[in-house]
C-alpha cells in the first residue's frame, strides 16, 4: 500500500533549527511537496522536489533522496509563527496526492 | 501565487437539511478540483476528484449521493452535503489545478462545517 510517515509532533526552540523527516512509500513517484497548516487553515505550499538534493528558499530549506524514498523539511532561525503543522504529500504514478499526517511544530521562546 | 476562495468560511446547519460549499479559482482555469475533509488533528483525506464538465470520481468508502460535487465551469465547482448528520461535522477543503497532474494544487481557505 501508500504510506507517508513523519513524527506526530516536535518541539523547538525560537532562533534554532529544526528538521521535520518524511518517509515515503508510494507506487511510482513523481514529487513530494511540504505543506504549512495552521491551526483552522488550509494548507499553504511550501516546497516541491523531485530530484535528488537539498532546495533551499529563504529560512526554509527541503531534501530529497528518491532512493531511500527520504526527505526532510528543514526550519532555521526559528519565529514563533512557525508553530503550525507541516504535511508531506507525494505524487504518485497516476499524479495522485498521498498525504501524510501531518508534524505539529510547537515553538518555545 | 493562484488564488482559491470558498464560501462559506463556516456553517452551522440542523441534522438532515443540506449544505453546499463553493470552490472558485480566481485567476486561472481550474482543470481539476478536489475535494478533501480534515479532521481535528488528522491529515487531509481526498474524498473526490473532478474534472470540468465530468462527474466526479470518488474515493473508497465515500457515498456519492450524499456529498454531491457539480464542476460547472473551469472556475467553480461545489459540493453539497446532503442529509447531513453531525458525523458530517467538519473542516472540508478544495483545490483546484490548472492542466495536467504534474501541476501545483492551489487550496482554498477550507469551509468548517458542524451540524447540530
Known amino acids: 500500500g501508500q504510506n507517508i510517515d513523519q513524527p506526530t509532533e516536535m518541539t523547538a526552540t525560537e532562533g534554532a533549527i529544526v528538521q521535520i523527516n518524511c518517509t515515503y512509500q508510494t507506487s511510482g513517484f513523481n514529487g513530494l511537496f511540504w505543506y504549512q497548516q495552521h491551526a483552522g487553515e488550509a494548507p499553504t505550499f511550501l516546497s516541491y522536489?523531485?530530484l535528488d538534493g537539498l532546495e533551499e528558499k529563504g529560512r526554509f530549506s527541503s531534501f530529497l533522496s528518491r532512493s531511500k524514498g527520504y526527505s526532510y523539511l528543514l526550519l532555521k532561525e526559528l519565529q514563533m509563527k512557525d508553530s503550525a503543522s507541516y504535511l508531506c504529500?507525494?505524487?504518485?504514478?497516476?499524479?495522485?496526492?498521498?498525504w501524510g499526517a501531518g508534524t505539529k511544530l510547537i515553538i518555545k521562546p | 501565487g493562484a488564488v482559491v476562495s470558498q464560501h462559506p468560511s463556516r456553517v452551522i446547519c440542523k441534522s438532515g437539511t443540506s449544505v453546499k460549499i463553493e470552490c472558485r479559482s480566481l485567476?486561472?482555469?481550474?482543470?481539476?478540483m478536489f475535494w478533501y475533509r480534515q479532521f481535528p488533528k488528522k491529515s487531509l483525506m481526498l474524498m473526490a476528484t473532478s474534472n470540468e464538465g465530468s462527474k466526479a470520481t470518488y474515493e473508497q468508502g465515500v457515498e456519492k449521493d450524499k456529498f454531491l460535487i457539480n464542476h460547472a465551469s473551469l472556475t467553480l465547482s461545489t459540493l453539497t452535503v446532503t442529509s447531513a448528520h453531525p458525523e458530517d461535522s467538519s473542516f472540508y477543503i478544495c483545490s483546484a489545478r490548472e492542466g495536467g497532474g504534474y501541476n501545483e494544487q492551489f487550496f482554498g481557505p477550507g469551509t468548517r462545517l458542524t451540524v447540530l
Open positions: 522536489n523531485v
Open positions: 485567476d486561472f482555469q481550474a482543470t481539476t
Open positions: 504529500a507525494a505524487f504518485d504514478s497516476n499524479y495522485q496526492l498521498i
